[in-house]
Structures are given as C-alpha cells and as structure tokens.
C-alpha cells in the first residue's frame, strides 16, 4: 500500500528515495530530542547516511516483509512509523516510531499506529505485534497504552545508545486482543 490515509491531517506514505532530504533534515535539526530514545541519530551523520537506510527498506521489503512510512501531519514531515522485525513463519512484527519535537502532543502517533495495526491484523496476517520502548520513554508507554498493548515484561539492556545501554518494556497486542479474527 503506497499511501495510507489516517486522517483529514495525517498521511502515510511509503518510504521512498525522494523522502531522504525531509528524514536526513528532521533528524538533523531534532538530533538533541530524537537521540534521547534513538540510537540510530548518532549513525545519522549526512544525507547519504538517510538514503542508504531506505535503499535497505526498499530492497528487502519483499523478503523481511518489514515496512516503513513517513509520517505527513497537514503537508509537513512529522516522522516515520511502520513494522520491523517481521517473523513471517510466526505471523509476528514490531511496530516503531518516531516524531520531531513540534510534531508531539497531537495524537499523530496514536491515530497512525491505530490505523496500521488494524492493517497488520486484517491484511498482513499477522498474529502478534510488538511495541518496544525505554523504560523511562512516558510518551511511548502512553501510546502502547492508548492502542491496546497489553505489557509483558522488560528486557534488560535491550538496546544501546552511545556507550551506554538502556532497558526495554515490552508491550504486545494479540490479533484476539484486538479482536480482527
């Protein structure tokens, strides 16, 4: 699906080349905010950097059956979301995201992970999604919260940011939770 309405606001558009500029120049001018919970900011360094991430997106898309979206709030780039981790043979995936800072506090989030997790259950024949965040990421719990995930558990040190590593809960959502059986 190449373009997912959400709302009057809100668009999703398949990750693509032309998109590098508006993520490389987000990430760019967010770098304080998004590397709080990002490990992926520091390895972010020029444009090629951005473009080289999607080419990897496009070209195994097809096989991961992972896919990502950038995120339009009322004609402006507000951030990605979509689905890695894809376990096809487990009917499981994992749902991330991220915003800039002027784009938080509107429901962008909440509203496009509703729309694409009633897409993975009913289309992508998936069973299980899980959502991951930093213990101490308040935003990303509430939005695991308000879409239904149900909290599992931590993983301790589950991911690392510059020299440090930081723990994760665990949230996941059951194709029964959500009843799209």
């Known amino acids: 699906m190449e373009s997912i309405v959400v709302s009057n606001e809100i668009l999703l558009h398949r990750i693509e080349i032309p998109d590098a500029a508006s993520i490389f120049n987000a990430i ?3 770098r304080e905010w998004l590397s709080k919970w990002l490990p992926f900011v520091s390895f972010t360094k020029e444009i090629k950097d951005t473009k080289a991430y999607i080419v990897s997106v496009i070209e195994k898309r097809d096989v991961t059956g992972n896919e990502v979206y950038t995120i339009w709030y009322k004609g402006d780039f507000a951030g990605i979301i979509g689905f890695h981790d894809t376990d ?9 995201y991220w915003l800039i800072r002027e784009m938080t ?3 962008i989030i909440t509203s496009s992970a ?24 308040v935003a990303s719990e509430k939005v695991a919260i308000r879409t239904g995930f149900h909290f599992e558990g931590v993983e301790r040190q589950g991911e690392r940011s510059g020299d440090k590593f930081f723990d994760l809960k665990i949230y996941s959502l059951l194709k029964q939770d959500y009843g799209a059986e």
């Open 28 to 30: 760019d001018k967010n």
């Open 88 to 96: 096809r043979c487990n009917e499981k995936t994992e749902i991330g």
């Open 105 to 107: 506090s509107k429901g």
């Open 114 to 137: 509703k729309v694409l997790i009633r897409f993975a259950f009913e289309s992508r024949m998936v069973n299980r999604i899980t959502l991951k965040c930093a213990v101490d990421n």
